[in-house]
């Protein structure tokens, strides 16, 4: 099981971090990702972290979305700073077996909203 907290409002230009606690689950084993869907717009992968710990972003969040990844407390964070009115979406916390390229494992989202 996956979940995310994390989300809320914020002013444009400011920062929230969500986090994924993944219950059952050693995300160190898996690769993990952050999901966001907005409406009207697809569905992006916006942050990836894999399990060798390799990070890779989008290029609508590079520079702005950190990912990072706590194995003592099986725990996926994203660091949103710079935030933008159009980072406003339902995030995803996901996870994938490795070896595998479909995120099978997806947690209920959180919904971020940013204000111009």
């Known amino acids: 099981q996956l979940q995310a907290s994390g989300g809320g409002l914020v002013q444009a230009g400011g920062s929230l971090r969500l986090s994924c606690a993944a219950s059952?689950?050693?995300?160190?084993?898996?690769?993990m990702g952050w999901f966001r869907q907005a409406p009207g717009k697809q569905r992006e992968l916006v942050a990836a972290?894999?399990?060798?710990?390799?990070?890779d972003y989008a290029d609508s969040v590079k520079g702005r979305f950190t990912m990072s990844r706590d194995n003592a407390k099986d725990t996926v964070y994203l660091q949103m700073n710079r935030l933008k009115p159009d980072d406003t979406a339902v995030y995803f916390c996901?996870?994938?077996?490795?070896?595998?390229?479909?995120?099978?494992?997806w947690g209920q989202g959180t919904l971020v909203t940013v204000s111009s």
């Open positions: 972290i894999s399990s060798g710990g390799y990070t």
């Open positions: 059952g689950r050693t995300v160190s084993s898996y690769g």
């Open positions: 996901v996870a994938r077996r490795v070896g595998s390229v479909i995120y099978n494992y």
